[in-house]
């Protein structure tokens, strides 16, 4: 029967084995869990297994202890880097103040769960759009970025391959583990370093080759996402046929091996001076044609008669030129002639209604000083100064008598009465 202990105070202080004794009665209250992870770490001490459970998408890692008895029943191929399920429970060590957990089961987790989980991540993904940019790279890269293993054969072969295409070719290389708990990590860095660096026209992410489990950085989300974030174009060269991690499906290309990825990103130096001369031969070709061709054409115009003997075309015109300058003439002189009898026409009819003509007939305009006419007798009283206008000059003339009443209507001019006045 356990004694309830009054709760602690600075005054009456717990002692430190009655507290770690508390620790480790609660923890017990826990039980057995089943969880998932990834061995980070496994050594073998006395029959004995230490190592450490990382999870799979978080950075979280517990301490775990296999003993003898229980090891012996587990798979034998157990090792650091697999993905497995483990059957724990919680243990608190009081001696030494440390945590634990007592491992009784552990397995492989099972394929089909693995596929089952990157089939739903597939479909998120691919939902998001991350599977549909497929950017083109460029014709021939100033400066290739490489991720990879450190003094790996995927890098000897990228390097060599490039360098036999295209010589000049320059690269930058930034390792990174590629399987292991530090893979997703440094891969992710590693791509965005070079991301960053404005010479790297084209990035190629190589490995050669793996089993499964050992790919499956390449099916991590975080490294997914960070690839299809990057700017630069992406190749994936991981070199595994039968398992496709999804980098291939996010990467602007999918290169089956790293040779074939240097091959597809780096031209082939032989093969486009080949091209250049064909295209120079085609260019050639296409000029000598042409040129033939114009050639023959203004061979063509030049034997044309029009052309062959010029003179002949001005002779059989000169004629016809000479008949319409002739027609014009007579048609310029006839057009004169009736336009001078049209002016000797009017010239007589101006003449006849010009009051000079009258004038002429002895007539004579009497003008008062103020130039207006005189047009009834009565507006010339007698001492009225007048100006006579006749054919040829003027003359002043003053009236000497007032003028005679104006005859009624009666006694128009020619009745015999007025003839007298005139003189």
Not at 114 to 121: F, I, M, T
């Amino acid at each position: 029967m356990s004694i309830e202990l009054p709760p602690p105070t600075a005054d009456a202080p717990w002692g430190v084995a009655v507290f770690a004794g508390k620790i480790r009665g609660w923890i017990e209250r826990l039980g057995t869990a089943w969880v998932e992870g990834e061995i980070a770490q496994w050594g073998a001490s006395g029959g004995n297994v230490y190592g450490k459970l990382k999870d799979v998408d978080e950075d979280a890692t517990i301490s775990f202890t296999i003993w003898s008895t229980v090891k012996s029943r587990l798979p034998a191929d157990l090792k650091q880097g697999d993905r497995v399920v483990a059957l724990v429970k919680p243990n608190y060590w009081v001696k030494g103040g440390t945590l634990s957990m007592q491992v009784f089961e552990m397995k492989h987790v099972g394929l089909g769960d693995l596929l089952e989980r990157l089939e739903r991540l597939r479909q998120k993904l691919s939902a998001e759009g991350l599977f549909d940019r497929r950017r083109p790279l460029p014709f021939l890269p100033g400066c290739i970025g490489l991720v990879t293993g450190k003094d790996s054969d995927a890098e000897k072969d990228v390097l060599r391959n490039a360098q036999l295409r295209w010589p000049a070719v320059r690269f930058r290389v930034v390792h990174a583990a590629v399987q292991g708990d530090r893979a997703v990590g440094e891969v992710i860095s590693a791509m965005r370093t070079l991301d960053a660096d404005p010479d790297v026209d084209v990035i190629i992410v190589a490995r050669g080759g793996g089993d499964f489990q050992n790919l499956l950085v390449f099916s991590d989300e975080s490294l997914l996402r960070a690839a299809a974030s990057l700017s630069t174009p992406l190749v994936s060269a991981i070199g595994h046929e039968a398992d496709r991690p999804m980098l291939d499906d996010v990467a602007d290309l999918r290169a089956s091996t790293p040779t074939d990825a240097a091959k597809r990103v780096v031209p082939d130096v032989s093969d486009e001076l080949s091209r250049v001369q064909q295209a120079r031969s085609g260019m050639r070709l296409r000029v000598t044609q042409r040129i033939s061709t114009e050639v023959d054409r203004l061979e063509a115009l030049r034997s044309r008669p029009v052309l062959a003997n010029p003179v002949s075309m001005i002779d059989s015109r000169s004629e016809e030129l000479t008949r319409h300058v002739a027609r014009s003439h007579e048609l310029i002189e006839r057009r004169l002639e009736r336009a001078h009898t049209g002016v000797a026409e009017l010239t007589g009819q101006l003449r006849a209604l010009s009051p000079q003509r009258t004038l002429e007939r002895g007539y004579a305009i009497a003008q008062l000083p103020d130039g207006a006419a005189v047009r009834n007798a009565a507006d010339a009283p007698a001492g009225t100064r007048l100006v006579l206008t006749v054919a040829v000059g003027k003359l002043a003339a003053t009236v000497a008598e007032s003028p005679a009443p104006a005859p009624s209507r009666a006694q128009q001019p020619g009745d015999g009465a007025g003839d007298s006045g005139h003189g």
